[in-house]
Protein backbone atom coordinates (compact mmCIF):
# COMPACT_ATOMS: atom_id res chain seq x y z
CA UNK A 1 0.00 0.00 0.00
CA UNK A 2 1.68 3.32 -0.97
CA UNK A 3 2.54 5.89 2.19
CA UNK A 4 2.38 9.59 1.53
CA UNK A 5 4.02 11.31 4.70
CA UNK A 6 3.95 15.06 5.38
CA UNK A 7 5.65 15.68 8.61
CA UNK A 8 3.60 17.99 10.21
CA UNK A 9 -0.33 17.92 10.65
CA UNK A 10 -0.98 21.36 11.77
CA UNK A 11 1.88 24.37 11.59
CA UNK A 12 1.76 27.78 12.83
CA UNK A 13 4.28 30.33 11.70
CA UNK A 14 4.66 33.96 11.47
CA UNK A 15 4.65 36.37 8.49
CA UNK A 16 7.71 37.21 7.08
CA UNK A 17 9.31 33.37 8.02
CA UNK A 18 10.97 30.81 6.15
CA UNK A 19 8.45 27.58 5.92
CA UNK A 20 9.92 23.97 4.69
CA UNK A 21 6.66 21.36 3.92
CA UNK A 22 8.57 17.69 3.79
CA UNK A 23 7.03 15.18 2.07
CA UNK A 24 8.46 11.25 1.59
CA UNK A 25 6.31 8.52 -0.41
CA UNK A 26 7.71 4.60 -0.36
CA UNK A 27 6.72 2.96 -3.46
CA UNK A 28 9.45 4.87 -5.81
CA UNK A 29 7.14 7.22 -8.00
CA UNK A 30 8.37 9.12 -10.20
CA UNK A 31 5.82 11.90 -10.42
CA UNK A 32 5.40 13.85 -6.96
CA UNK A 33 3.00 17.04 -6.48
CA UNK A 34 2.13 20.21 -3.98
CA UNK A 35 -0.98 21.18 -4.09
CA UNK A 36 -3.30 24.22 -2.18
CA UNK A 37 -6.80 23.29 -0.81
CA UNK A 38 -8.87 25.84 -0.04
CA UNK A 39 -12.75 26.31 0.66
CA UNK A 40 -14.87 26.67 -2.17
CA UNK A 41 -11.94 26.04 -4.84
CA UNK A 42 -10.74 22.74 -6.48
CA UNK A 43 -7.37 21.80 -6.07
CA UNK A 44 -4.80 24.26 -7.27
CA UNK A 45 -1.33 22.67 -8.15
CA UNK A 46 1.85 24.27 -7.12
CA UNK A 47 4.69 22.57 -8.34
CA UNK A 48 5.36 19.29 -9.48
CA UNK A 49 8.54 17.14 -10.74
CA UNK A 50 8.75 14.22 -13.09
CA UNK A 51 11.98 13.10 -11.64
CA UNK A 52 14.77 13.60 -8.87
CA UNK A 53 15.85 17.41 -9.49
CA UNK A 54 13.54 18.60 -11.45
CA UNK A 55 10.64 20.93 -11.13
CA UNK A 56 7.53 22.43 -13.51
CA UNK A 57 5.80 25.43 -11.79
CA UNK A 58 1.80 24.74 -11.84
CA UNK A 59 -1.01 26.86 -12.13
CA UNK A 60 0.25 29.22 -8.75
CA UNK A 61 3.60 29.01 -8.22
CA UNK A 62 4.32 32.48 -6.98
CA UNK A 63 5.97 33.04 -3.14
CA UNK A 64 7.02 29.27 -2.97
CA UNK A 65 9.53 27.00 -4.18
CA UNK A 66 10.32 23.31 -4.27
CA UNK A 67 13.60 21.02 -3.99
CA UNK A 68 13.78 17.89 -4.86
CA UNK A 69 17.10 15.89 -4.20
CA UNK A 70 15.95 12.11 -4.12
CA UNK A 71 13.58 10.53 -5.65
CA UNK A 72 10.91 9.60 -2.49
CA UNK A 73 11.24 13.17 -0.99
CA UNK A 74 9.18 16.61 -2.70
CA UNK A 75 9.97 19.45 -0.34
CA UNK A 76 7.72 22.64 -0.45
CA UNK A 77 9.46 25.85 0.79
CA UNK A 78 8.01 29.45 1.09
CA UNK A 79 10.95 31.80 0.98
CA UNK A 80 8.64 34.30 3.02
CA UNK A 81 5.37 33.44 4.44
CA UNK A 82 2.38 35.88 3.67
CA UNK A 83 -1.09 35.60 5.40
CA UNK A 84 -2.33 34.52 1.74
CA UNK A 85 -0.64 31.96 2.29
CA UNK A 86 -2.62 30.13 4.52
CA UNK A 87 -4.41 26.95 3.48
CA UNK A 88 -4.11 22.99 3.45
CA UNK A 89 -1.25 21.85 1.56
CA UNK A 90 -1.65 18.59 0.13
CA UNK A 91 1.44 16.62 -1.44
CA UNK A 92 0.57 13.52 -3.91
CA UNK A 93 2.93 10.90 -5.48
CA UNK A 94 1.87 8.67 -9.06
CA UNK A 95 3.47 6.19 -11.33
CA UNK A 96 4.58 7.34 -14.76
CA UNK A 97 2.98 4.96 -17.08
CA UNK A 98 3.00 5.90 -20.83
CA UNK A 99 -0.99 6.29 -22.22
CA UNK A 100 -2.31 5.75 -19.10
CA UNK A 101 -3.18 8.26 -15.98
CA UNK A 102 -2.15 6.81 -12.68
CA UNK A 103 -4.38 8.24 -10.02
CA UNK A 104 -2.57 10.04 -7.17
CA UNK A 105 -1.81 8.95 -3.89
CA UNK A 106 -2.33 12.06 -1.61
CA UNK A 107 -0.82 12.45 2.13
CA UNK A 108 -2.89 13.13 4.91
CA UNK A 109 -1.97 16.95 4.82
CA UNK A 110 -0.73 19.96 6.79
CA UNK A 111 -2.72 22.80 7.95
CA UNK A 112 -0.09 25.75 7.61
CA UNK A 113 -1.72 28.90 9.66
CA UNK A 114 0.26 31.82 9.15
CA UNK A 115 -0.56 35.02 11.44
CA UNK B 1 -10.80 28.69 -19.78
CA UNK B 2 -11.10 25.43 -17.98
CA UNK B 3 -14.19 24.61 -15.79
CA UNK B 4 -15.20 21.70 -14.12
CA UNK B 5 -18.64 22.20 -12.20
CA UNK B 6 -20.30 20.14 -9.57
CA UNK B 7 -22.72 20.87 -7.16
CA UNK B 8 -21.52 22.68 -3.50
CA UNK B 9 -23.68 19.87 -1.03
CA UNK B 10 -26.11 17.38 -1.06
CA UNK B 11 -27.90 15.43 1.11
CA UNK B 12 -29.04 11.85 1.08
CA UNK B 13 -30.68 9.48 3.17
CA UNK B 14 -28.82 6.08 4.86
CA UNK B 15 -29.83 2.86 2.64
CA UNK B 16 -30.58 5.19 -0.39
CA UNK B 17 -29.15 5.96 -3.89
CA UNK B 18 -27.51 9.43 -4.86
CA UNK B 19 -25.78 10.33 -8.24
CA UNK B 20 -23.53 13.22 -7.86
CA UNK B 21 -22.73 15.36 -11.19
CA UNK B 22 -20.18 16.84 -12.82
CA UNK B 23 -19.74 19.00 -15.76
CA UNK B 24 -16.51 20.08 -17.79
CA UNK B 25 -15.30 22.35 -20.50
CA UNK B 26 -11.37 21.49 -20.28
CA UNK B 27 -8.95 22.02 -23.39
CA UNK B 28 -8.77 18.47 -24.63
CA UNK B 29 -9.56 15.44 -22.48
CA UNK B 30 -7.81 12.21 -21.54
CA UNK B 31 -10.03 11.04 -18.95
CA UNK B 32 -11.38 11.74 -15.55
CA UNK B 33 -10.83 10.24 -11.71
CA UNK B 34 -13.22 10.72 -9.00
CA UNK B 35 -11.68 11.07 -5.82
CA UNK B 36 -13.46 10.89 -2.06
CA UNK B 37 -12.37 12.76 0.39
CA UNK B 38 -13.71 12.83 4.30
CA UNK B 39 -12.93 15.59 6.34
CA UNK B 40 -9.55 16.22 7.76
CA UNK B 41 -8.32 13.37 5.87
CA UNK B 42 -6.29 12.89 2.23
CA UNK B 43 -8.42 12.53 -1.12
CA UNK B 44 -8.42 8.71 -2.24
CA UNK B 45 -8.77 7.04 -5.43
CA UNK B 46 -12.56 5.94 -6.39
CA UNK B 47 -12.83 5.50 -10.05
CA UNK B 48 -11.26 6.40 -13.46
CA UNK B 49 -13.06 6.86 -16.76
CA UNK B 50 -11.59 7.13 -20.26
CA UNK B 51 -14.45 6.27 -22.62
CA UNK B 52 -17.94 6.35 -22.67
CA UNK B 53 -20.09 4.43 -20.37
CA UNK B 54 -20.37 2.63 -16.91
CA UNK B 55 -17.65 1.90 -15.09
CA UNK B 56 -19.02 -0.42 -11.59
CA UNK B 57 -17.12 -1.28 -8.98
CA UNK B 58 -19.36 -2.47 -5.80
CA UNK B 59 -21.68 0.56 -4.23
CA UNK B 60 -19.74 3.14 -6.67
CA UNK B 61 -20.27 3.22 -10.08
CA UNK B 62 -18.80 6.44 -12.56
CA UNK B 63 -20.68 7.09 -15.96
CA UNK B 64 -18.95 9.13 -18.94
CA UNK B 65 -20.09 10.80 -21.68
CA UNK B 66 -17.16 12.32 -23.86
CA UNK B 67 -19.77 14.37 -26.34
CA UNK B 68 -21.85 15.86 -23.29
CA UNK B 69 -19.02 16.78 -21.06
CA UNK B 70 -20.79 15.27 -18.17
CA UNK B 71 -19.66 12.42 -15.71
CA UNK B 72 -21.98 11.19 -12.67
CA UNK B 73 -20.67 9.47 -9.69
CA UNK B 74 -23.62 6.98 -8.35
CA UNK B 75 -23.50 6.04 -4.82
CA UNK B 76 -26.14 2.78 -3.68
CA UNK B 77 -26.97 1.34 -0.24
CA UNK B 78 -25.91 4.72 1.23
CA UNK B 79 -24.33 4.15 4.49
CA UNK B 80 -22.95 6.77 6.90
CA UNK B 81 -19.60 6.27 6.23
CA UNK B 82 -20.04 7.51 2.84
CA UNK B 83 -20.43 11.53 4.25
CA UNK B 84 -17.86 13.05 2.49
CA UNK B 85 -16.27 15.48 -0.21
CA UNK B 86 -16.57 13.73 -3.53
CA UNK B 87 -14.36 15.39 -6.01
CA UNK B 88 -14.06 15.37 -9.63
CA UNK B 89 -10.97 16.16 -11.85
CA UNK B 90 -10.48 15.65 -15.57
CA UNK B 91 -7.08 15.08 -17.55
CA UNK B 92 -6.71 17.72 -20.34
CA UNK B 93 -5.01 17.73 -23.41
CA UNK B 94 -1.56 18.35 -21.78
CA UNK B 95 -1.96 15.81 -18.99
CA UNK B 96 -2.78 18.40 -16.44
CA UNK B 97 -5.28 17.88 -13.86
CA UNK B 98 -8.29 20.05 -13.71
CA UNK B 99 -9.73 19.92 -10.53
CA UNK B 100 -13.66 20.64 -9.74
CA UNK B 101 -14.29 22.17 -5.85
CA UNK B 102 -15.98 19.53 -4.70
CA UNK B 103 -19.30 17.84 -4.27
CA UNK B 104 -19.61 17.55 0.21
CA UNK B 105 -22.47 14.57 0.66
CA UNK B 106 -24.06 14.92 3.78
CA UNK B 107 -26.26 11.64 4.75
CA UNK B 108 -28.95 11.30 7.43
CA UNK B 109 -29.63 8.25 9.03
Known amino acids: DVKVTQSSRYLVKRTGEKVFLECVQDMDHENMFWYRQDPGLGLRLIYF???????EKGDIPEGYSVSREKKERFSLILESASTNQTSMYLCASSLWTQGYNSPLHFGNGTRLTVT | GQNIDQPTEMTATEGAIVQINCTYQTSGFNGLFWYQQHAGEAPTFLSYNVLDGLEEKGRFSSFLSRSKGYSYLLLKELQMKDSASYLC??????????WGAGTKLIIKP
Open chain 1, 49 to 55: SYDVKMK
Open chain 2, 89 to 98: AVVDSNYQLI
